[in-house]
């Protein structure tokens, strides 16, 4: 069965620091692989996905994830914190053995300090 | 336009209630979904519909019911409400199974 976790319920940063999210899967077939980010009181909005192809994949707003299958991971990165990234992050998973049904990790605060 | 809409946004209701939540997509969307977000934050997939016919059903209980009366519209009906049914709702859309997902707003459903 598919799986995501995320370490780290909270990550502080300062602005203009770099961003690192962290997510590691389980998946017994070739995994979809998503960031998804909810501002407060917001439905989720697409940060990026990972289907097949490149393993680096950009995404809105300046960030970007890598793909490592060795790693089962797919962390998300980006260069420079701005206030405005302040949110809740989630990653997600989903494979053709379970018809595609996208499974949600647990969620990451990022508060960006001034 | 909003692309996912969810009506209302919030809902307080007693115990033992019946209440139902909204959801239209004008994305002319195949796929639409219910997801519960607890107060931790942690998202569970409840029912998907492909082409108004359910493909996911999870282990929710059947106070829960799903009705696509078209594509473009995924409404949610809960019998005999329970303090634990207190969540935020999300609908959300996809035009195929493993396409991006757009979501509503959510419902935030209180139940005292």
Not at chain 1, 40 to 57: D, E, F, M, R, S
Not at chain 2, 71 to 99: M, P, R, T, W
Request: with cysteine; aromatic share 12%; proline share 4%.
């Amino acid at each position: 069965a598919q799986s995501v976790t995320q370490l780290g319920s909270h990550v502080s940063v300062s602005e203009g620091a770099l961003v690192l999210l962290r997510c590691n899967y389980s998946s017994s077939v070739p995994p979809y692989l998503f960031w998804y980010v909810q501002y407060p009181n917001q439905g989720l909005q697409l940060l990026l996905k990972y289907t097949t192809g490149a393993t680096l994949v950009k995404g809105i707003n300046g960030f970007e994830a890598e793909f490592k299958k060795s790693e089962t991971s797919f962390h998300l990165t980006k260069p420079s914190a701005h206030m405005s990234d302040a949110a809740e992050y989630f990653c997600a998973v989903s494979d053709v053995d379970s018809s595609y049904k996208l499974i949600f990790g647990s969620g990451t605060r990022l508060l960006v300090r001034p | 336009d909003t692309a996912v809409s969810q009506t209302p946004k919030y809902l307080v209701t007693q115990m033992g209630n019946d209440k139902s939540i909204k959801c239209e997509q004008n994305l002319g969307h195949d796929t639409m979904y219910w997801y519960k977000q607890d107060s931790k934050k942690f998202l569970k997939i409840m029912f998907s519909y492909n082409n108004k016919e359910l493909i996911i059903n999870e282990t929710v209980p059947n106070r829960f019911s799903p009705k696509s009366p078209d594509k473009a519209h995924l409404n949610l009906h809960i019998n005999s409400l329970e303090l634990g049914d207190s969540a935020v709702y999300f609908c959300a859309s996809s035009q195929d199974l493993n396409g991006e997902l757009f979501f509503g707003e959510g419902s935030r459903l209180t139940v005292l």
